[in-house]
């Protein structure tokens, strides 16, 4: 099993800036992709950014340019690094890790783990 766990939401104001982590603990040999989507009341899931184990990096259109997404392969965990945060940026932010799984004979799936969330709030 995985588990993920975030840190660094909470309350800002328009123009501020913070910055989620992710680590990631459990059975893990590797991860593939780890990323980050939120959800906003009403609203549905949505992809932030996410960043393969080579640091290729895709971010949402709304949000690149302000947010910038890195990794530390050896801690196992991402990082998500907000500025220029907008009241519409408000949701709760999950971070999730594809983790390869082994099936035999060659072949090799990838499990997607989700966090809980992590709340960020921005106030106009």
């Known amino acids: 099993q995985v588990q993920l766990v975030e840190s660094g939401g909470g309350l800002v104001q328009t123009g501020g800036s913070l910055r989620l982590s992710c680590a990631a603990s459990?059975?893990?040999?590797?991860?593939?992709?780890m990323g980050w989507y939120r959800q906003a009341p009403g609203k549905q899931r949505e992809l932030v950014a996410r960043i393969t184990s080579g640091g290729t990096t895709n971010y949402a259109e709304s949000v690149e340019g302000r947010f910038t997404i890195s990794r530390d392969n050896a801690a196992n965990t991402v990082y998500l690094q907000m500025n220029s945060l907008k009241p519409e940026d408000t949701s709760v932010y999950y971070c999730i890790a594809d983790v390869p799984r082994d099936l035999g004979v060659g072949l090799q799936v990838s499990d997607r783990y989700w966090g809980k969330g992590t709340l960020v709030t921005v106030s106009s």
């Open positions: 459990g059975s893990i040999f590797s991860i593939n992709v």
